[in-house]
């Protein structure tokens, strides 16, 4: 007999992301391309380039999945009901008369709620991108984990700016993971051992548990308007466990280094064991540069 | 019993491409690359390079489709008497004796000629493309506009010349659609509601119709010596359709875009219904510029 | 009966790559990492993009040639045991305490031992790229050549520098083929003519004679601190069979030449005929810049 929580966690599981928490994704996307600069010009002047990047946005983590599945990268414009959906949203979106969509998204309840259904997509994509790549390599947790990081990222967009010039890739960016990505690595990583029973908890357990948690961080952040929840302790203890106990720079590398022009990250690093503090000190600094 | 104008389509739509159409494309793609700036002496520096933009040019609408479907990039390669042409005519070009090849393509009629068989290749790529995707995808109408607009354009060159470092995007490049890629999608879209039985037409006429309305408007363009042939007054009539009865630029809008920095797109944007003409007459600055 | 060498060349065709050669591929390719400026700090600050840069010169050349055929380029990563090779010398060459393995690797015998032993899984790569684009293409001997070429080479890492910002393509980078992009190019059309049967020699004999040709060669530029081995004569003596007897720069072409801007490549094209020498020298001038 399962237990209450057992039973909600079971339908929650079972609930299918079409169409209200794909509309509140499809909205957020759309929202996004729209804030970029000259987006609602755009979309009047060459519709169909602003059309290509909406749905570049609403659908890239599946088109960057089936690119390292190799797998067609038009896969998505087979499914005509999401397809329908998402640029009728686009439509309405940037030609909405007195761009009500927008004045209606300026409220922060609207954002909360969208941005919300939005995580809980996330969910459904790393999970389906874990299950899909398990198929392809039975057991491979590494390609699982890769692929249900592709499936609920955003990469894709920084490629399709780098290709219409409006983004030059600076080391630092690529450094730098973004809230987003880390959040969907950890969740990539958590259910493929989940999958490959090294977790001992149900899938749909699972499933409920990690979207409550990315849907409060990512309200919480919203609300206190804080660009970043920080995963420092975590990381650092990791850090500590990973490399802790070696002395990173002894003199020869710091003549090394001393030769190597450094672009700006190397001057930064320091000895984690006695300085993890410094680390953490730095990291602040340098995100809030 | 079929007319003469149909058994003439018939006869036209089962002409084979190969060679002399092919020869004709073939050489336009290699006279395209020959009056790239310096072109002619990387020839002789690095012959492989020069050999593989040429091939690039040549098959880059069929290596496109085979990306976006996932099929081997490299399945060009392996028809080999296409290849032998292609490369025979790339050498022919670049090492004939006394360049008799570049002279003898100065002249315009020449030039009429090749273009004009190389537009009826436009046709053939464009109905396989979509008879390909449809193998692919039953009825996945916006997959087949989108493989057939891939093989008969030449988006490929451009990022060859990206990867080469001869081509920074702009953010103006991206809109401006070219003609060809105007008259491509065009043509994929004609070409799949046929095949989708939208358009009640046989597939022999409309090949035949849409060849001769190409062939026409690039000799037409060629001879007059346009840059391009305007689309304004259809795509006016669509926009007016789609967006025409909408106000873009309500005064919250104008708000949002004073606020957000234009990329020099977004102000030259206008209200479609009343000044449609000023719409074209933008077009055509920007064009000219 | 087979005679000695026969049987040497035949064990030596059989050996395993694994675990020794592999061994010394990803740490030639690591430390080849850990040199470019800012790696070491990098390393600390952002382990994971540090790692997949490591894997991505580890791999390249499988992962470009999976692109190449539509296999999945994450299919390197369903090899367990070699990922956990690759990145436990990545960790350990990173993160040893003292920095123990750089500073072995310092010295020119460890540095000849795994460059050359590198240069065997060169040998070994391009026969398994000939062999699998055999099995997609039968006979297809330019995609065997193209996809040899691929997984003995580099270039995917000029992408992966190009995607971080590192790299901006400029005209003369893609003009000048490297030492070992042209070696692994040679072996890949010889192996293919030997895989087609077009060589009257056995496969091991010419593994073993390849691998002690490229071994020998690279360990003398090493040793002598030759940045390249010159294959000019064999470059100017194809030139002249396939180009040569031709006057590239007629008095109309010189006049295409001046109009054209050229990008500083131009200029310094010469009649091979009777400057074949200029060629040699001006190649050696521009390698010296």
Redesign the interface.
Known sequence: MDSPWDELALAFSRTSMFPFFDIAHYLVSVMAVK????A???A??????SWFTAMLHCFGGGILS?????????KF??N?TN?LLASSIWYITF?????LV??GYSYLPVQLLASGMKEVTRTWKIVGGVTHANS??KN?W??MI??GWARGGTIITNFER?????W????D?????SYPAKVT?LGSVIFTFQHTQHLAISKHNLMFLYTIFIVATKITMMTTQTSTMTFAPFEDTLSWM??GW???F?S??KK??AK??????????SK?VDVASDNVKKKHTKKNE
Chains 1, 2, 3 share one sequence.
Not at 44 to 49: D, G, L, T, V, Y
Not at 173 to 177: P, Y
Not at 260 to 269: K, Q
């Open positions: 804030r970029q600069p000259g609602a010009a755009l009047w002047k060459n519709p169909i380039s089936c690119l390292l599945l190799a797998e067609p990268p038009l414009l087979a005509h397809i030609f909405c008369p007195h761009d927008s004045q392809y390599y491979g590494i390609v890769a692929i780098l290709v219409k010039g409006d030059k890739p600076e080391g960016e690529w450094l730098k993971m690595l990973l490399f070696q002395q990173p002894s020869c590398e090394s280094e190597s022009p450094s672009n700006g990250v190397g001057s930064l690093a984690p």
